[in-house]
């Protein structure tokens, strides 16, 4: 399954400065409980605010500027492909990588896309999700960088989870071409 998983706030703010605006810590935590034990996709912006690999998920970045990782083979273990930098030069490269490596493997893993903003506009754009997990930030904060203005009509939820600060959804894409 490829989810999209982001955080925004009432406007669909999801970036001041190359960071996340705000310390929610219960939505850190539940990031971390939602993707680890899978692939994670995101952009190389994404990938330098963060710092470095996030452990126990396979990490695959998207950028034209780094060195692509389209020679890497599908037949190692999940835990040996997750020491490795995995980048490609296009989400669809991203994912089919991805999607091939859990058949090949017989694995029962989910794919997220976790930003940043360019990966999700076309990850909405060209519909290449079937579940989107949302945590709406219950707070308006300031920024730079937002998520597609999608409307969520279009879309079945299927939870809801209120928090603290936020509330998670979870939506199911009714368009995936899959």
């Not at 389209?70 to 989400?91: A, N, R, W």
């Not at 089919?96 to 029962?108: C, G």
Request: aromatic content about 12%; proline content about 3%; hydrophobic content about 35%.
């Amino acid at each position: 399954m490829i989810n999209i998983i982001v955080a925004f706030d009432k406007n669909f703010l999801i970036g001041r400065d190359g960071k996340i605006p705000w310390n929610i810590p219960e939505d850190l935590h539940l990031f971390k409980e939602k993707t680890t034990g899978n692939i994670i996709i995101m952009g190389r912006k994404t990938f330098e605010s963060i710092g470095r690999p996030l452990p126990n998920r396979i990490n695959i970045v998207i950028s034209n500027t780094l060195k692509n990782s389209s020679q890497i083979k599908t037949d190692i273990s999940f835990e040996e492909l997750c020491k490795k930098e995995i980048i490609f030069s296009s989400l669809e490269e991203g994912i089919k990588f991805s999607e091939k490596f859990i058949e090949e493997n017989h694995l029962n893993k989910d794919i997220f896309i976790i930003g940043g903003a360019k990966i999700y506009n076309e990850a909405i754009s060209k519909e290449y999700f079937s579940k989107l997990c949302i945590s709406h930030i219950k707070n308006e904060f300031s920024g730079d960088t937002f998520f597609p203005k999608i409307d969520l009509k279009n879309y079945k939820k299927i939870i809801e989870k209120d928090f603290k600060e936020f509330i998670y959804c979870e939506y199911e894409n009714l368009f995936f071409k899959k």
